[in-house]
């Protein structure tokens, strides 16, 4: 009878948790032979397939991240190379509208006319680089939200493995539930 109760207690303290093993002086007391019969049968049926999920979760868990790395790695080269694109158009813009500058304020001999074209030159090439840095602009967002979506999916996808992992440990909880109910049957049996 009190190898009954020892087993009955100890298979109460494995349910709270089962990742506590027994120390040795409890497994040479309390232990009969039939539960460390099942328990080895435990190992060997589900060991490796338990150690198999772990590995393929996370190597998941490494190639979600190391996409997401690669991922955020290349959108911030792709915005630093459209910043670089940006700032050279705009260099190139300004240096060239003191070049314009210069060149109206040098030949301008007070002539109305010419006074008049520098005015539409000017604001021809304002309006020439307003364009190009709303079209940059666009670009940049353009390429943000695809990145975004990008990043989105790939997101759900990991949510969606995640899920399908813990469903099958769910699994493996019900199978541990059927084991122990046949334990507990054998041990009424005997």
Request: proline share 2%; hydrophobic share 25%.
């Given at each position: 009878?009190?190898?009954?109760?020892?087993?009955?207690?100890r298979?109460?303290?494995?349910?709270g948790?089962?990742s506590?093993?027994?120390?040795?002086s409890?497994?040479?007391?309390?232990?009969?032979p039939?539960?460390t019969?099942l328990?080895?049968?435990r190992?060997?049926?589900?060991?490796?397939?338990v150690?198999?999920?772990?590995?393929?979760q996370?190597?998941?868990e490494?190639?979600?991240?190391?996409?997401?790395a690669?991922?955020?790695?290349e959108?911030?080269?792709?915005i630093?190379?459209?910043?670089?694109?940006?700032?050279?158009?705009?260099?190139?813009?300004s240096?060239d509208?003191?070049?314009e500058?210069k060149n109206?304020?040098?030949?301008?001999?007070?002539?109305?006319?010419?006074?008049?074209?520098?005015?539409?030159?000017h604001?021809?090439?304002?309006?020439?680089?307003?364009?190009?840095?709303?079209?940059?602009y666009?670009q940049?967002?353009?390429e943000?939200?695809?990145?975004?979506?990008?990043?989105?999916?790939l997101?759900?996808?990991?949510?969606?493995?995640?899920?399908?992992?813990?469903?099958?440990?769910?699994?493996?909880?019900?199978?541990?539930?059927l084991?122990?109910?046949?334990?507990?049957?054998?041990?009424?049996?005997?």
């Amino acid at each position: 009878m009190t190898t009954k109760t020892t087993a009955k207690s100890r298979k109460k303290t494995s349910t709270g948790n089962e990742s506590q093993s027994p120390t040795t002086s409890e497994k040479e007391v309390a232990t009969p032979p039939e539960v460390t019969s099942l328990e080895k049968v435990r190992d060997l049926l589900f060991g490796e397939e338990v150690q198999r999920l772990n590995i393929h979760q996370s190597k998941i868990e490494a190639d979600f991240t190391q996409a997401i790395a690669d991922l955020k790695s290349e959108t911030l080269q792709r915005i630093q190379k459209l910043e670089d694109t940006l700032i050279k158009k705009l260099d190139t813009l300004s240096a060239d509208l003191k070049t314009e500058e210069k060149n109206r304020e040098r030949d301008d001999s007070g002539l109305q006319d010419q006074l008049n074209e520098t005015n539409e030159s000017h604001s021809r090439f304002e309006s020439k680089t307003k364009n190009d840095l709303a079209d940059l602009y666009d670009q940049l967002m353009g390429e943000c939200n695809r990145l975004q979506s990008e990043s989105d999916k790939l997101s759900e996808q990991l949510a969606t493995i995640s899920q399908d992992l813990t469903s099958s440990k769910a699994d493996r909880s019900t199978l541990a539930k059927l084991l122990k109910d046949m334990a507990t049957g054998l041990e009424g049996e005997a």
